[in-house]
């Protein structure tokens, strides 16, 4: 590995190989073309996330939810509709199914990290 000397004097030969701006780092300040990028994409605010447990139970188009436990292998099932009468059109869907999944739980272990069930959605 070269001494940073060394490298300054390879440098120097090489010459005009230089960039004369240098590269933006991470805590540089992002350039104006790139906000007026974000601003300018109408479809990110459009889409709904491509994760189906990420939306909100309004924007779902699936009919029947399932939620279901790796652990204790339960499955549970519920119509769209009645998951909205439940909590309502903005919750999001793995919040509900969760706690679906955590008011009929069956292993009690009296430990915080153990207790529950392991949600698998469908």
Request: charged letters at 25%; proline letters at 10%.
């Amino acid at each position: 590995m070269p001494t940073p000397k060394q490298m300054e004097k390879m440098a120097a030969i090489v010459g005009g190989n230089l960039p004369a701006t240098p590269t933006p780092g991470p805590a540089d300040e992002m350039p104006l073309e790139y906000w007026q990028a974000v601003l300018n994409d109408a479809s990110t605010d459009a889409r709904p996330s491509g994760n189906p447990i990420q939306q909100r139970l309004g924007d779902i188009q699936r009919h029947v939810l399932r939620v279901s436990c790796r652990r204790c292998a339960r499955t549970i099932e519920i119509p769209k509709a009645d998951a909205i009468r439940l909590a309502g059109p903005q919750t999001v869907w793995k919040d509900l199914g969760q706690r679906l999944l955590d008011d009929t739980c069956q292993h009690r272990t009296g430990r915080h990290e153990e207790d529950g069930c392991w949600p698998s959605f469908e």
